[in-house]
Each structure stands twice: as structure tokens, then as C-alpha cells.
């Protein structure tokens, strides 16, 4: 037994020591309290280092089963695939897209194909018959936005879901998806194909096929992204992403400005 005069000595002492087991004491003292204060101090600048650090994307299992179904596909429509492994074998397919093709409208067509060969096609037939319609189409464009956020980030990269900010004043919560930094845009370093394959494409597949309207606002000055569900994308005469620029980036721009007297307003010939 301990000698009584020991629970009379200071606090600090008592949580200290290592030699003290006997729960009568904790029990008779408010140490509890003192403990869970002393904790949240030591937490403090633990959680503050946290909230520095940048996230990074990391691809896990499902993302490279994503990545080989969806590039699986696109060899399907393509006819042919490429010797490079992994996302970069994906670019290559995709310029193949491009070139296979007499025109965009056709490769529109075909990136549309390939996004309705992902989904059973009675998946695509329920969902527009029975969730599209609910709630105005509101309901439908919040869970498409979420899905697309979680399960799309192997293909641009970091992504979250945002509110959208309509011409009128309003806005539809939770609705948007933006993407950080398109992956797809950066690796491809090509304005054409990421209308062409991605852009058009993905906003009839999801209108005609799912029942829910959809912009894709491009930047591609910082290859950041804003889905809009929920939103008419605008008439082509007035999309801006349809009249832009070659990228500083693209390889064959480069060679076409040395011999363009235009090259700030040189248009990708993607387009």
C-alpha cells in the first residue's frame, strides 16, 4: 500500500508517475478531467500540420480496374492498341481516336459509343426513366455529380464535389464537380482531343442517355474543370472552349507557330 500522504502531493505528479495503478486514486481525484485537457494541447499542433499538407492522388486496386476496362473499350471502338503501359497507352489510343475518324463529329460519336458500352444498357433504361425525373431533375444531378467525384479521379486526377453558380443569380447545391487539374488535358496536351473525346461526348451521354443535362467548363489555362449538372450546355457559336487556342504545351502547335504569323490566335485544328 501506498503511503496516504502520497495523494496529497500535487497533481502533476500523480499523472506523471508510471508506479501508480491504483484506480482509487484516479477515482478520488478529478484526474480525468485533467488528463483529457492535457491531451487536446498535445493534439493541437498535430491537427495544425495536418491541415497543411497538399493532398496527392494516389491510384489504388479499383482505379487500375477502371483504367484497364475503360482503355479495354476504347481498343474495342479504335481497333487497335497501343505498346505503352498503363495511362500513357490510354493517351495514345485516344490520339488514335482522334486520327481514325474522317471528322469530330464523328469521334463524338464514337467516345459515346464507348461511355454507353460501360453500363449495362438497362442500368442507363431505368435510371432516366425513373431517377431523372425526381425532384425536377435535381435528384439525379446531385448523385451523378457524387459518383462521378469518387469514381472518375483515375482519369483527371483530384476532383470534389462543388455548388454551381447559374447566369440568373442562383445557384444548384452540391451539384458540380471540380476537377483540380485534368489529367487527361495535361497528358494529352491537346485542346481537340479533350473536346473531341471527353467535353462532347460526355455531355450527350449523360443528357440523351441518362436523362441529365450537363456543361463542362474547361480552363485551359490552369487545365482545371467545372461540371455543371443539371445545366444546358450552351449552343456550339457560343462555347467558348470550342474556339480555343491550340495549348502551349501541344508538341505540333509549336512547329505550326513558327510558321503562323497568327500564333496567339492560331485555333487548334482539332477543333
Not at 78 to 89: A, L, T
Not at 106 to 130: C, G, H, N, Q, Y
Not at 191 to 199: F, M, P, S, Y
Not at 212 to 220: I, R
Request: charged share 20%; glycine share 4%.
Amino acid at each position: 500500500m501506498l503511503p496516504i500522504s502520497l495523494l496529497h502531493r500535487p497533481l502533476t505528479f500523480s499523472l506523471a508517475s508510471q508506479s501508480l495503478p491504483q484506480y482509487t486514486i484516479s477515482h478520488s481525484i478529478p484526474s480525468f478531467h485533467v488528463v483529457k485537457r492535457s491531451r487536446l494541447l498535445r493534439s493541437q499542433p498535430v491537427e495544425t500540420t495536418a491541415e497543411v499538407v497538399n493532398y496527392e492522388y494516389k491510384p489504388g486496386v479499383f482505379d487500375h480496374l477502371f483504367l484497364t476496362l475503360f482503355r479495354n473499350k476504347m481498343v474495342q471502338e479504335v481497333g487497335w492498341d497501343s505498346d505503352m503501359p498503363g495511362y500513357d497507352g490510354l493517351i495514345e489510343v485516344a490520339n488514335r481516336l482522334m486520327m481514325k475518324n474522317r471528322n469530330n463529329s464523328e469521334t463524338v460519336d464514337a467516345a459515346v459509343r464507348i461511355l454507353r458500352s460501360l453500363f449495362p444498357p438497362f442500368l442507363l433504361e431505368l435510371f432516366k426513366m425513373l431517377v431523372a425525373p425526381l425532384g425536377r431533375g435535381k435528384v439525379a444531378a446531385i448523385m451523378v455529380a457524387r459518383v462521378t467525384a469518387l469514381s472518375c479521379q483515375w482519369l483527371m486526377g483530384p476532383c470534389k464535389v462543388n455548388s454551381v453558380d447559374l447566369p440568373d443569380g442562383s445557384s444548384l447545391e452540391i451539384t458540380g464537380v471540380l476537377v483540380e487539374k485534368c489529367k487527361y488535358l495535361e497528358e494529352s496536351k491537346c485542346v481537340g482531343i479533350c473536346i473531341n473525346t471527353c467535353k462532347l461526348p460526355t455531355q450527350t451521354f449523360f443528357k440523351k442517355y441518362m436523362g441529365v443535362p450537363l456543361v463542362m467548363e474547361p480552363d485551359f489555362s490552369d487545365y482545371s474543370c467545372q461540371f455543371k449538372f443539371g445545366v444546358l450546355p450552351p449552343i456550339p457559336a457560343e462555347d467558348k472552349a470550342l474556339s480555343e487556342p491550340c495549348l502551349e504545351i501541344c508538341p505540333n502547335a509549336t512547329r505550326r507557330r513558327e510558321l503562323s504569323r497568327s500564333a496567339n490566335e492560331m485555333q487548334c485544328p482539332k477543333l
